[in-house]
T-cell receptor, first 114, second 111 residues
Framework: SQTIHQWPATLVQPVGSPLSLECTVE??????LYWYRQAAGRGLQLLFY??????ISSEVPQNLSASRPQDRQFILSSKKLLLSDSGFYLC?????????????FGNGTRLTVT | GQNIDQPTEMTATEGAIVQINCTYQ??????LFWYQQHAGEAPTFLSY????GLEEKGRFSSFLSRSKGYSYLLLKELQMKDSASYLC????????????FGTGTKLQVIP
């Protein structure tokens, strides 16, 4: 069966510090991968999605970046965090080309920028 | 682009039936999802509709009308544990299969 791992679960970082969140998927090959952010009381905002190694599409221009160095690894990064980067970050995967394939979410990382 | 609208909050009584509506506008449609999200947790998948009509899964049903850009989630025999946010999400057509979420409907079930 497929599983998705996301870490860390909670993170407190000062403004201006770097960020690296990692997500890995097991039990499937060439998944579509996604990073979403959910600010307090807000909806899920799509940040990045990837259909293959090295293929990243950005939805929202900001100080975040994403990379996919391996087929089932997706990394979200920032060189300098802003206060507005605080939120609940969710990684998700789906079956590529799947007719009714839903997104499967990791447990999320709650980031607080102080 | 895509635009998805849902009511912000709803309240319903334990044991009752509640319908959560979602309207959407999209340039290319390839299905609609409903997710449940308890406070502080990740969303979990409830249902998927791509053809018009009703899909039933136990106490939960989801309906889609593509011509009207409209869907609803129907929850029957409400339980206290159903208190959560319910997210409507639209999958677009094309190679990237982008999924866009509405802001969610926070449902409170009261005794």
């Amino acid at each position: 069966s497929q599983t998705i791992h996301q870490w860390p679960a909670t993170l407190v970082q000062p403004v201006g510090s770097p960020l690296s969140l990692e997500c890995t998927v097991e039990g499937t090959s060439n998944p579509n991968l996604y990073w979403y952010r959910q600010a307090a009381g807000r909806g899920l905002q799509l940040l990045f999605y990837s259909v293959g190694i090295g293929q990243i599409s950005s939805e929202v221009p900001q100080n975040l970046s994403a990379s996919r160095p391996q087929d089932r690894q997706f990394i979200l990064s920032s060189k300098k965090l802003l206060l507005s980067d605080s939120g609940f970050y969710l990684c998700a995967w789906s079956v590529p080309g799947g007719y009714n394939s839903p997104l499967h979410f990791g447990n999320g990382t709650r980031l607080t920028v102080t | 682009g895509q635009n998805i609208d849902q009511p912000t909050e709803m309240t319903a009584t334990e044991g009752a039936i509640v319908q959560i509506n979602c309207t959407y506008q999209t340039s290319g449609f390839n299905g609609l999802f409903w997710y449940q999200q308890h406070a502080g947790e990740a969303p979990t998948f409830l249902s998927y509709n791509v053809l018009d009509g009703l899909e039933e899964k136990g106490r939960f049903s989801s309906f889609l009308s593509r011509s009207k850009g409209y869907s609803y989630l129907l929850l029957k025999e409400l339980q206290m544990k159903d208190s959560a946010s319910y997210l409507c999400a639209v999958k677009n057509s094309g190679g990237y299969q982008k999924v866009t979420f509405g802001t969610g409907t926070k449902l409170q079930v009261i005794p």
